[in-house]
């Protein structure tokens, strides 16, 4: 399994270096065929770094939609995301979810305790993003909103005793390399590649992510 961590210290985690947001963006919908848009950015105020929204207690500074149309505005055109972040350079990148994936949303901990399960499982992960606000993101194929609460019961656990969070459509993930105010940036658990480009389904997954959790809490 291809750049997994075995345990929770980040500095082990790949980083992207040397690309700008643009690049970045540009690849993730020229080379994955994801969604992206902007999002905010980070500002620096009085040698502070602020969320562009201007809310002095944003919960995600720099890391989240700039615009409350946000799903229209997200494209799959490398063209048209380049244009976007030209006229913005230092806006984040934000994902729909729902779209070209869904994504999996587990606590750090349980995530890597989940990691090194699959790893012993031999199973084919897609990528995972390891966000500074401590949650990991389990890139699935569309369509998990809808089946990982019955998969969950049927392994035992009630959905709503576990930590374990779906994004669908209408909801969005940050992508390497945003960054979450002075708290870091969201990294890489798992890189996209040319192994993981087809996505596993939310069912192959679902078991050891809902053993994690259920261990974690």
Request: charged share 20%; glycine share 8%; aromatic share 8%.
């Amino acid at each position: 399994m291809e750049e997994t961590i075995a345990g929770p210290e980040a500095a082990q985690i790949p980083k992207q270096r040397g690309e700008s947001l643009l690049e970045t963006a540009v690849r993730y919908a020229e080379e994955r065929h994801w969604d992206v848009f902007p999002g905010t950015w980070l500002e620096a105020v009085d040698g502070v770094q602020r969320c562009s929204c201007g809310d002095t207690a944003c919960a995600a500074p720099g890391a989240h939609p700039s615009r409350e149309d946000w799903a229209t505005q997200a494209t799959g055109s490398a063209t048209v995301a380049r244009r976007m972040w030209q006229k913005q350079p230092a806006a984040s990148i934000l994902l729909p979810t729902g779209r070209t994936f869904d994504a999996i949303s587990v606590r750090d901990t349980a995530g890597f305790l989940a990691l090194a399960r699959m790893e012993r499982m031999e199973l084919t992960l897609g990528p995972v993003t390891l966000t500074p606000d401590r949650r990991m993101h389990f890139f699935v194929l569309p369509g998990a909103t809808a089946k990982v609460p019955d998969l969950v019961r049927r392994l035992g656990w009630a959905p709503s005793s576990l930590d374990l969070v779906v994004l669908g459509e209408g909801s969005f993930v940050a992508a390497p390399p945003t960054r979450y105010g002075s708290s870091g940036a969201v990294q890489w658990a798992c890189r996209p590649t040319a192994a993981n480009r087809w996505l596993p389904d939310a069912e192959e997954l679902i078991s050891p992510l809902a053993y994690a959790c259920g261990r974690d809490r």
